[in-house]
């Protein structure tokens, strides 16, 4: 009888064991954008800065990456810091979208309140596009979707904050009513 107390106590052991293991390691907080609490605490316009600034940062690495390619002596240790950063910079820029605008702050509406429904789809056929512009920015150095961010970004602040709030010029700067 001893021995089967043994295995049980052993079983029992290892049982909990795992799963406290299981339970660190799956629970290992995560520092991205921002939380999936409801804590209240949000900063849209700052967010909106972040991926104006992004762009900005993903155009730099997209000019630096064909300047270095089209000299004959090639600095490929650099070459590949400007690769790295425009990826990472256009990561950071999806980041933003879906955790912080697409699953914590664009509520989904109802379609029977017509207005707020269209703002809705906006909001949705926007910060898509925003996520498409942004992967294809990693796959190339064409700037026409540095552009197509910058645009689309512009039509995503104004069906997100309503036309007469929040607003950005071509740069990304705040600009003065």
């Known amino acids: 009888m001893k021995h089967n107390g043994l295995r049980r106590n052993w079983k029992t052991g290892l049982g909990g064991l795992l799963m406290t293991l299981f339970l660190i390691m799956g629970f290992q907080p995560k520092a991205d954008a921002h939380c999936e609490i409801p804590c209240g605490i949000y900063g849209d316009e700052m967010r909106i800065d972040m991926l104006y600034e992004h762009i900005k940062t993903m155009e730099k690495s997209m000019n630096q990456i064909t300047e270095l390619s089209a000299e004959g002596d090639k600095n490929y240790n650099q070459l590949v810091r400007w690769v790295m950063n425009k990826e990472d910079h256009a990561k950071k820029f999806q ?83």
């Open 95 to 177: 980041d933003i979208v879906t955790q912080y605008f697409q699953h914590q702050r664009i509520k989904i509406k109802e379609p029977s309140n017509e207005e707020e429904y269209n703002r809705y789809l906006k909001q949705l056929e926007y910060s898509h596009k925003l996520l498409v512009y942004a992967m294809k920015a990693k796959q190339t150095t064409d700037l026409k979707y540095i552009e197509k961010l910058r645009e689309t970004l512009g039509k995503f602040e104004k069906a997100y904050f309503g036309p007469d709030a929040h607003r950005h010029d071509e740069e990304g700067k705040h600009m003065q009513d």
